[in-house]
C-alpha cells in the first residue's frame, strides 16, 4: 500500500506545476500545501487539506509565463558582488568565463543559495541531484560546490555541442530533450527563453567585467629619453 501511494505520489506533483489552471499560471509564486499523513507519506495540494498538520510553502514559478515575461533582462540590475571568489575560481579551474557563470546563476536562482525550482533543482546554478552526483555535489546549498558543479558540467555540455544555444538549452532541458530533437533547441517555451535570456545576462556581464578591468588598470608612466639638440 505504502509503494502504491508512493506511486500516485509522483504522477501528481508534476501536474501540480506544470497543469496549471489559468488563475495558476497568471501568479508569480504558487501556494502548496505540505501534508505528512499517519504513515509517513508526504502529500503535496495546492488545496488546503483538512485538519491543522499542514505547512504552507510558496514556491517560485520558473515554468509560467508571467514569471518568464515579468522581467526586461536587459534593464534588470546586475549582480556584482556576491560569489566572486568561488565564480572565479570555477571559471578559471573549468576554462569557462566568469561572466557566463553570473548569466546563469543569475538566470538561475538570482543569486540565493538556496533556491529550489519546482522540479527539485537546488543551489545557485540549479542542480539536479544526478548532477550533483556526477560532480561530487556532497551540499548544494554550499556556494563553492554547488558552482563548481554547474561549471563542470557547463563544460561538459560546451564540449558535447558545437553552440551555446544548444548547450545552454542542453543545461536548461537535459541532454536527452536536445538528442530527441536533433541537437538543436528543444520547442519548450521555457528553453527557448532560457536561452535568449541567459544570451543577453552574459552579454551584459561581460561588458560589466571588460569595463570593471579597464577602469582598475594603473596610469602607465612614460619615460621620455632626452635628445640633444
Known amino acids: ?14 501536474s501540480l506545476f ?43 514559478c520558473p515554468e509560467c509565463a508571467a514569471w518568464r515575461n515579468s522581467v526586461n533582462w536587459n534593464t534588470t540590475p546586475l549582480i556584482l558582488d556576491k560569489f566572486t571568489a568561488e565564480i572565479s575560481s570555477a571559471a578559471t579551474k573549468h576554462g569557462l568565463h566568469a561572466a557566463l ?38 551540499n548544494p546549498y ?32 537535459g541532454e536527452t530533450a536536445v538528442e530527441r530533437y536533433g541537437k538543436t533547441i528543444p520547442p519548450f517555451p521555457e528553453t527557448q527563453e532560457y536561452v535568449r535570456r541567459v544570451k543577453i545576462l552574459y552579454k551584459r556581464y561581460q561588458k560589466k567585467i571588460k569595463s570593471t578591468a579597464s577602469s582598475t588598470q594603473p596610469a602607465k608612466t612614460y619615460h621620455l629619453a632626452a635628445t640633444s639638440q
Open 1 to 14: 500500500m505504502i509503494v502504491q501511494r508512493t506511486i500516485i505520489l509522483i504522477l501528481i506533483i508534476p
Open 18 to 60: 506544470f497543469g496549471l489552471t489559468s488563475k495558476a499560471v497568471a501568479a508569480k509564486n504558487l501556494k502548496v500545501f505540505k501534508h505528512v499523513d499517519k504513515d509517513g507519506i508526504i502529500h503535496y495540494s495546492s488545496k488546503k487539506p483538512a485538519g491543522k498538520s499542514f505547512s504552507v510553502l510558496n514556491i517560485r
Open 101 to 138: 557563470l553570473k548569466a546563469v546563476i543569475h538566470a538561475e536562482s538570482a543569486f540565493k543559495p538556496k533556491a529550489v525550482s519546482s522540479a527539485g533543482a537546488q543551489g545557485l546554478m540549479q542542480l539536479m541531484p544526478l548532477t550533483q552526483k556526477t560532480y561530487s555535489v556532497n
Open 142 to 173: 554550499d556556494p563553492a560546490q554547488n558552482i563548481n558543479g554547474g561549471a563542470a558540467y557547463l563544460k561538459h555540455l560546451k564540449n558535447t555541442y558545437s553552440t551555446m544555444d544548444v548547450y545552454l538549452a542542453a543545461y536548461n532541458s
